[in-house]
């Protein structure tokens, strides 16, 4: 009787998390975690963001992000532009390169950052936060170039179309969306998951602070 092996499928791994670097190479293990950054941004950041502070302006940040990955992958179907070389070795041939989705979320998150941060925050810490949230823009895009996932132009692409959509998502929320957001606060929805603003407090940190001293002197006064 003749045996016939079942064909086993190939497999494919969730490129978001797939990230590999060359066996040894301590500056690529380092850029492969740097890679996780947007991972370690939308799931660390923002869902926790969301169960502990509930702001409008950072839900509606996270809903620009989510709408610029799905124009950074429309793009990609659309223009069908092929990875470097190394995507074989990587294992993302199947996948397309230009513009990188990488670089696209993190110039969209440090220019929505920066923007929301001059505009709302009075803070004197601001700008080095600023800083940082460019810097890690910067070697993320370098990270997606060293690793091989993607070519020099892809990451470039990828920078300028996500500071672009950055900015145009910040003008659409803040002189648009934002007349909105007192009907959200007062809607049932927000009354129930206690949904807020304050892009109006020039300090929040300092507001929160004098607010919750305040409501503790008064449970301290009426214990006494």
């Known amino acids: 009787m003749e045996y016939n092996p079942i064909p086993v499928p190939s497999l494919k791994a969730i490129t978001l998390t797939h990230v590999r670097y060359p066996r040894g190479d301590k500056i690529g293990h380092f850029l492969a975690w740097i890679s996780l950054i947007p991972v370690f941004i939308s799931l660390g950041g923002f869902v926790s963001h ?3 502070r509930r702001e409008l302006q950072a839900m509606f940040f996270a809903l620009g992000l989510l709408i610029s990955q799905i124009i950074s992958e429309t793009i990609k179907s659309c223009v069908r532009q ?6 074989a070795l990587l294992e993302v041939c199947e996948s397309h390169g230009w513009p990188s989705s990488h670089s696209q979320y993190m110039f969209f998150f440090a220019m929505y950052f920066t923007l929301t ?20 823009a910067v070697l993320t895009m370098f990270s997606r170039v060293y690793l091989g996932y993607h070519s020099v132009a892809q990451v470039f692409a990828g920078a300028i179309l996500g500071t672009f959509l950055g900015g145009v998502w910040f003008w659409v929320v803040n002189h648009v969306l934002i007349q909105y957001f007192p009907m959200i606060e007062e809607s049932a929805f927000g009354r129930m998951f206690y949904i807020k603003d304050t892009t109006h407090i020039c300090n929040v940190l300092k507001f929160e602070y004098d607010n919750a001293r305040a409501a503790r002197k008064k449970v301290s006064d009426k214990t006494n």
């Open 82 to 87: 092929s990875r470097p070389e190394t995507c």
């Open 117 to 136: 941060s001059y505009l709302h925050q009075k803070s004197t810490g601001k700008y080095i936060v600023e800083i940082i949230s460019w810097f890690l």
């Open 50 to 52: 969301f169960f502990f």
